[in-house]
């Protein structure tokens, strides 16, 4: 009996912690104190047996069991789910207040999926809530159980992760971001993909269909050779009609600041980004209009760019803030002062951002309000002027100053490191799967371990 019952508990527990990929390399376990507990700290039970204490021993030969899986919906809590599915009020408030032991309940997200067990007692018809679990991260699952005691305890199983590398190649078809997406890249990846190269196009307007693109990063595979979890990109190219470029990342020694440069040792970061906002369409360009208000014509002295109200704008590059606040029929503006004469000037804002005002310091990159259409504007837009020693210029044809050009010790040491992202990339494009520490080179005597691939003749499945 009791052997049985170990078996079937694992099983369950096995099916939902080690069925998605997740293996069993290490389990935190925490008895809740919700019930009465005898377990003290010392007290190290065999994790198999907890995991299996999802069934009641004494009870397993006349319960009738169930598994019913959902996923959270939006402005769901994991009360919420418990209540929809079923669960009774007291043993849901029991198993939520165990799982928080182990997940920050407050950063459930829309689409995650719970699992809840239930067990039928045939004689009174009562459903009792026996285990939940759900999956905070990628890299983990957590299971609640209730014992025969009636006492929650909480499992935490991490997977056991190798790293490795990924390669993702494609065209662009629609976006790079789809096509990116169906070669197996994250959001992240692409993302980080966008930023390296948006100091030289403008992904909106000037990514054509043909353009050829590559992603080289670092990634955590589970045993089965899935990519859990994706990381920094270690090189990027594109091949198109507006752009050929490739960058490598690389953190000279001296500042320690990572970014990415080309194959000669030129960085890919700009004195100013090409556009501040992302997802934009340009309204209207530089030069002499006549004016949607006023009805005559003059001088646009900036960008238009329409996008919804509340769109981040970002600072176009590294300054000081000169004003911020509403100004003329710019509305919401802001001002920044830059190196070189330069200044960026930002209209039409919904708002502000908390904590800034004339005389901070702002980064590249940072946000700095949002779009709408304050002051004299007929949508929700941002417009944008870039001055150069006080007078205006069309930002949409700046050369921009470039970034930092390595030389001396610090090229050389950037040369090595982008043979070894070279070398790595040919061994996966040749279908070998490398398993290495992810830091760049520090010295000649740092290798990696090949790999062969062994192709799979149906890819299986992680549902």
Do not use: C
């Given at each position: ?181 169906a070669q197996g890249a ?38 089965r050779g899935d990519v ?8 990027a190219s594109l091949d ?224």
């Amino acid at each position: 009996m009791k052997q049985r019952v170990f078996d079937w508990g694992l099983g369950v527990a096995a099916a939902a912690l080690l069925g998605t990929g997740l293996t069993y390399v290490a389990v935190n376990s925490h008895v809740s104190e919700a019930a009465t507990s005898t377990a003290t700290a010392t007290d190290k039970p065999d994790p198999r047996r907890m995991l299996a204490a999802i069934t009641s021993a004494d009870q397993l030969e006349t319960l009738q069991r169930e598994m019913r899986q959902v996923s959270i919906q939006r402005n769901e809590t994991l009360s919420g789910v418990l209540d929809r599915v079923g669960a009774p009020r007291d043993q849901a408030n029991g198993a939520v207040y165990a799982a928080g032991e182990l997940v920050d309940l407050r950063k459930v997200r829309p689409g995650d999926s719970v699992t809840a067990w239930f067990e039928t007692d045939p004689v009174s018809g009562q459903q009792n809530l026996t285990g939940l679990s759900l999956r905070p991260d990628v890299e983990r699952q957590v299971l609640v159980s209730r014992g025969a005691d009636g006492q929650w305890v909480t499992h935490e199983l991490k997977a056991k992760l190798t790293s490795s590398y990924s390669l993702v190649t494609g065209t662009v078809d629609q976006s790079i971001y789809d096509s990116a997406v169906a070669q197996g890249a994250a959001d992240q990846q692409v993302v980080d993909y966008a930023t390296i190269f948006g100091y030289d196009i403008d992904f909106q307007r000037e990514i054509q269909t043909g353009d050829k693109f590559e992603m080289f990063y670092g990634a955590s595979k589970d045993e089965r050779g899935d990519v859990i979890k994706g990381g920094d990109i270690l090189y990027a190219s594109l091949d198109g009609q507006a752009l050929k470029k490739a960058f490598y990342r690389f953190t000279p020694s001296d500042d320690g600041v990572t970014d990415y440069f080309d194959a000669t040792g030129q960085s890919a970061r700009k004195f100013l980004m090409k556009t501040p906002i992302n997802g934009a369409r340009i309204s209207s360009s530089f030069g002499n209009r006549v004016h949607p208000i006023l009805g005559y014509t003059k001088l646009h002295k900036g960008t238009d760019f329409a996008a919804p109200t509340g769109t981040p704008i970002y600072a176009a590059g590294n300054g000081v803030i000169a004003r911020y606040g509403p100004f003329s029929t710019y509305g919401n503006y802001a001002l920044i002062k830059h190196a070189n004469g330069y200044e960026t000037a930002y209209g039409h804002m919904s708002r502000y951002v908390p904590g800034l005002h004339a005389g901070s310091h702002v980064h590249q990159g940072q946000v700095i309000g949002y779009v709408g259409m304050t002051g004299g504007a007929t949508g929700p837009h941002l417009h944008y002027e870039v001055h150069i020693k006080g007078k205006p210029v069309n930002a949409m044809k700046l050369k921009l100053p470039t970034g930092r050009k390595l030389t001396g010790e610090q090229l050389a040491a950037f040369d090595a490191e982008r043979d070894r992202i070279d070398a790595l990339r040919a061994a996966e494009h040749t279908g070998v799967t490398l398993v290495a520490d992810q830091s760049p080179a520090a010295d000649a005597a740092q290798t990696y371990q090949q790999v062969p691939v062994v192709a799979a003749s149906t890819p299986e499945s992680r549902e």
